[in-house]
């Protein structure tokens, strides 16, 4: 199987063709390579965003430059604190499992960079190097690779409703309630077209009863994501529902709802 396929079904995303299913269950080899970059997923996942992060050894590079034949040039550079040029290139060609030519060459001091085309590497060691650059990342990125997981890691989808016009409406729409990879949740709300209000579209969660109800915010256009408050329990406030809302200064409910549905909670 391809890296970027291996690599997205290691960060739980719906990746690969039922061919590709077929093969993981039959090639022990990429099921193995699969389960080492879940492995350093997991790892990271655990960590979270206020992990410590340990600086490598000072041989690190020298072993990557080396297995990957980046040269005296890129090893230089490495250690001089490379231009983002340079680390765009290593990056690429550790993450392509790429090596380049030993003949290739270096670049005429003050002088554009050669472009050397690339060979690609064994297959025996593309599993290892992801892995290696994984981890790399982890340890050498700081807060970049937390970030990098962070948004790279896929939402959950916790909850969800079918958002139903109500009289005098005609439009319809969706929520999800999401979880992201550090805990945070959020109401994801997309109407189908947006209507034609004479104040301001506002959301809300309600009781089923609409004894009580949160306000989430406003909603602009036709799509939205509203942060949930942590201590908000979505079994007392399961019903979203969006009002037409007057310029009239009142945060009160206006009364006038365009959509409402129940999350499946």
Same mark, same amino acid.
């Given at each position: 199987?391809? $890296?970027?396929?291996? !690599?997205? =079904?290691? %960060? *739980?995303?719906? +990746?690969g063709?039922?061919?590709? /299913?077929?093969?993981l269950? @039959?090639?022990?080899?990429?099921?193995h390579?699969?389960?080492?970059?879940?492995?350093v997923a997991d790892?990271?996942r655990?960590?979270?965003?206020?992990?410590?992060?340990?600086?490598?050894?000072?041989?690190?590079? $020298?072993?990557v430059? !080396?297995? =990957?034949? %980046? *040269?005296e040039? +890129?090893?230089?550079?490495?250690? /001089?604190?490379?231009?983002? @040029?340079?680390?765009?290139?290593?990056?690429?060609a550790?993450?392509?499992?790429?090596t380049?030519?030993?003949?290739?060459?270096?670049?005429?001091?003050?002088g554009?960079?050669?472009?050397v085309?690339?060979?690609p590497r064994s297959?025996?060691?593309?599993?290892?190097?992801?892995?290696? +650059?994984?981890?790399?990342?982890?340890?050498l990125?700081?807060?970049?690779?937390t970030?990098?997981?962070?948004a790279s890691?896929?939402?959950?989808?916790?909850?969800?409703?079918?958002l139903e016009p109500?009289?005098?409406?005609s439009?319809?729409?969706?929520a999800?309630v999401?979880?992201?990879?550090?805990?945070?949740?959020?109401?994801?709300?997309d109407?189908?077209?947006?209507?034609?209000v004479?104040?301001?579209?506002e959301?809300?969660?309600l009781?089923?009863?609409?004894?009580?109800l949160?306000?989430?915010?406003?909603?602009d256009?036709?799509?939205?994501?509203?942060?949930l408050?942590?201590?908000?329990?979505l079994?007392?406030?399961?019903?979203?529902d969006?009002?037409?809302?007057p310029?009239?200064?009142d945060?009160?409910?206006?009364?006038?709802?365009?959509?409402?549905?129940?999350?499946?909670v």
């Amino acid at each position: 199987m391809d $890296d970027e396929t291996l !690599a997205l =079904l290691a %960060l *739980g995303e719906q +990746a690969g063709t039922p061919d590709d /299913a077929a093969h993981l269950t @039959a090639c022990e080899r990429c099921a193995h390579e699969l389960a080492d970059l879940r492995d350093v997923a997991d790892l990271a996942r655990e960590a979270g965003p206020a992990a410590e992060l340990v600086a490598p050894a000072p041989d690190v590079w $020298d072993r990557v430059a !080396a297995e =990957l034949g %980046l *040269g005296e040039r +890129a090893h230089a550079a490495a250690h /001089a604190g490379a231009t983002d @040029a340079a680390d765009e290139g290593a990056t690429a060609a550790v993450r392509s499992g790429a090596t380049a030519p030993a003949d290739a060459a270096p670049a005429a001091a003050g002088g554009p960079a050669v472009v050397v085309p690339l060979r690609p590497r064994s297959r025996g060691v593309r599993g290892r190097w992801l892995a290696v +650059a994984a981890a790399a990342g982890l340890v050498l990125g700081g807060a970049g690779a937390t970030m990098w997981w962070r948004a790279s890691a896929p939402e959950t989808v916790l909850a969800s409703a079918t958002l139903e016009p109500l009289p005098g409406w005609s439009e319809t729409g969706s929520a999800q309630v999401r979880t992201a990879p550090d805990g945070t949740r959020s109401l994801v709300v997309d109407l189908d077209d947006e209507p034609g209000v004479e104040g301001y579209l506002e959301v809300w969660l309600l009781k089923p009863d609409v004894s009580g109800l949160v306000s989430l915010g406003t909603l602009d256009g036709t799509s939205g994501t509203f942060a949930l408050p942590a201590d908000l329990d979505l079994a007392q406030f399961p019903v979203v529902d969006v009002s037409d809302e007057p310029l009239d200064g009142d945060p009160a409910h206006s009364g006038v709802s365009v959509v409402r549905g129940a999350l499946d909670v």
